[in-house]
Nanobody, 122 residues
Framework: QVQLVESGGGLVQAGGSLRLSCSAS????????IGWWRQAPGKEREFVAD????????AYIDSVKGRFIISRDNAKNTVYLQMNSLKFEDTAVYYC???????????????WGQGTQVTVSS
């Protein structure tokens, strides 16, 4: 099964940018759809974005459309989440997730990373 490790979180002022990375090992990376989820304090974990096996299909929740960009480099076994124009309400622990299907990664992924904290100061 694939193992996932996130990096790139940190503290940023509102309006700033961060790029998260999700590095995979232990599986055939191109077999997996990769998604990003987040969990804010006191809230349920929510799906944020996903990218298909070859990067040809992308999906985002409405609140991040136009600000976040998901991409992948299969040669490096890595998925990125470029986050621009960050808002206070983007503060959360961000998790990457993997599943062999588009529906699975947005519902009940088979693999999760450990998470990386993103804090946006207002």
């Amino acid at each position: 099964q694939v193992q996932l490790v996130e990096s790139g979180g940190g503290l940023v002022q509102a309006g700033g940018s961060l790029r998260l990375s999700c590095s995979a090992s232990g599986g055939t990376f191109s077999d997996y759809v990769i998604g990003w989820w987040r969990q804010a304090p006191g809230k349920e974990r929510e799906f944020v974005a996903d990218i298909s096996w070859d990067g040809g299909y992308l999906a985002y929740i409405d609140s991040v459309k136009g600000r976040f960009i998901i991409s992948r480099d299969n040669a490096k076994n890595t998925v990125y989440l470029q986050m621009n124009s960050l808002k206070f309400e983007d503060t959360a622990v961000y998790y990457c997730a993997a599943d062999r299907s588009l529906s699975g990664v947005a519902d009940a992924p088979e693999a999760w990373g450990q998470g990386t904290q993103v804090t946006v100061s207002s």
